[in-house]
């Protein structure tokens, strides 16, 4: 079992940065691969970003890369998500997912563990 709890959302304007934490307990982050999803209001939740165990390998939505890099410390017990160069349609939850596997996916039915998610607002 992993308990993942994300925070850092908040409002900022547009052009702004924010960093999100998801930080991992139950087991150790290093055995899991994780990555981030979103979910603005009325829509499907949507891959975001997602990093392998070793951290070795990353995978970026198109709508993100450039803007957003994603990260993890294994000796914390967690995955970050800068973001950088925000707009308004990055207004979503961000959700914090993690599985038991090796390498990453974008598709969110293959993640086993969530988190409650974090709100990012950003403001034009």
């Known amino acids: 079992q992993v308990l993942l709890v994300e925070s850092g959302g908040g409002l900022v304007q547009a052009g702004g940065s924010l960093r999100l934490s998801c930080t991992a307990s139950?087991?150790?982050?290093?055995?899991?691969?994780m990555a981030w999803f979103r979910q603005a209001p009325g829509k499907e939740r949507d891959f975001v970003a997602a990093?392998?165990?070793?951290?070795?390998?990353?995978l970026y939505a198109d709508s993100v890369k450039g803007r957003f890099t994603i990260t993890r410390d294994n000796a914390k017990n967690a995955a970050y998500l800068q973001m950088n160069s925000l707009k308004p349609e990055d207004t979503a939850v961000y959700y914090c997912?993690?599985?038991?596997?090796?390498?990453?996916?974008?598709?969110?039915?293959?993640?086993?563990?969530w988190g409650q998610g974090t709100q990012v607002t950003v403001s034009s």
């Open positions: 139950g087991r150790t982050v290093s055995s899991v691969a």
């Open positions: 990093v392998a165990r070793s951290g070795s390998s990353t």
């Open positions: 997912a993690a599985r038991t596997v090796l390498g990453v996916s974008a598709n969110r039915g293959r993640y086993d563990y």
